[in-house]
C-alpha cells in the first residue's frame, strides 16, 4: 500500500492556459474524492466517483473544470482556461467505502499557480 | 447546511503545555466528527474520530469526545511535543459518508 499519490506536486501556468492533474488513489478503494485548499482554510468538496461513476459535484466544479476515472483506477482533473482564481492546494483523497465514518486518506496535493 | 466552526491560530505552546482546539458544528442527522493533522509539506492524515454522540476518539495521546448536546468535538491533549507541530483540521461527514466538511484548521507549533 503506497497511499494516495498525486502528480504533479506544483504546477505553474499562464492564464488561459489548459492543465491536467492526476490521482492514484490506493488500490482496492471504491471511492476517490476531489478538494480544492486555500491558503488558511481548510479543503473544500469539488466531487467524488464511486468507480468510475462520478456522483456528486460541488457548485464550486464550474463548467471549466472536470473530472474522469475512466477506468476506476486513477483519476484525472483537468481545469480548462486557467484563471488566477483556480491558484490552490488540488487534494485527492480516497476511501474503501461510503457510508457514515468512512475514512478517507488524502494525498499530498497539486499546488496550482497561474500566473 | 452542515458546517465546522474551527478555533482560529495559530497556537503557540512550549513543550508539555496543555493543548485544546475548539471545534464546533452543525448539521442535520447523525454526523460522524473527525480530526486530521497535516504535517508541513504532506497530505492530511487522519488522527482521530468519533462516530456518535459520547465517543471518545483518542490516538498518540490526543483525544475529543462527541458531544452532541453542545455540538461540539474539541481536541485536547495532556502535554504537548515540538513533534506536534501542525495544522489541525476538524472536520465532519453527513450520514451517508458521501460529503465532508472541514473547518479552516488551526496551525500549532510547539517550541522547545
Known amino acids: 500500500d503506497t497511499g494516495v499519490s498525486q502528480d504533479p506536486r506544483h504546477k505553474i501556468t499562464k492564464r488561459g492556459q489548459n492543465v491536467t492533474f492526476r490521482c492514484d488513489p490506493i488500490s482496492e478503494h471504491n471511492r476517490l474524492y476531489w478538494y480544492r485548499q486555500t491558503l488558511g482554510q481548510g479543503p473544500e468538496f469539488l466531487t467524488y466517483f464511486q ?19 475512466p477506468k476506476g483506477s486513477f483519476s484525472t482533473l483537468e481545469i480548462q482556461r486557467t484563471e488566477q482564481g483556480d491558484s490552490a492546494m488540488y487534494l485527492c483523497a480516497s476511501s474503501l467505502t461510503g457510508g457514515a465514518g468512512n475514512i478517507q486518506y488524502f494525498g499530498a496535493g497539486t499546488r496550482l499557480s497561474v500566473l | 447546511g452542515d458546517s465546522v466552526t474551527q478555533m482560529e491560530g495559530p497556537v503557540t505552546l512550549s513543550e508539555e503545555a496543555c493543548l485544546t482546539i475548539n471545534c464546533t458544528y452543525t448539521a442535520t442527522g447523525y454526523p460522524s466528527l473527525f480530526w486530521y493533522v497535516q504535517y508541513p509539506g504532506e497530505g492530511l492524515q487522519l488522527l482521530l474520530k468519533a462516530t456518535k454522540a459520547d465517543d471518545k476518539g483518542s490516538n498518540k495521546g490526543f ?5 452532541k448536546e453542545t455540538t461540539s468535538f474539541h481536541l485536547e491533549k495532556g502535554s504537548v511535543q515540538v513533534s506536534d507541530s501542525a495544522v489541525y483540521f476538524c472536520a465532519l461527514s453527513d450520514q451517508t459518508g458521501n460529503q465532508f466538511y472541514f473547518g479552516t484548521g488551526t496551525s500549532l507549533t510547539v517550541i522547545p
Do not use: G, I, V
Open chain 2, 63 to 67: 483525544e475529543a469526545t462527541y458531544r
Open chain 1, 51 to 69: 468507480n468510475e461513476a462520478q456522483l456528486e459535484k460541488s457548485r464550486l466544479l464550474s463548467d471549466r473544470f472536470s473530472a474522469e476515472r
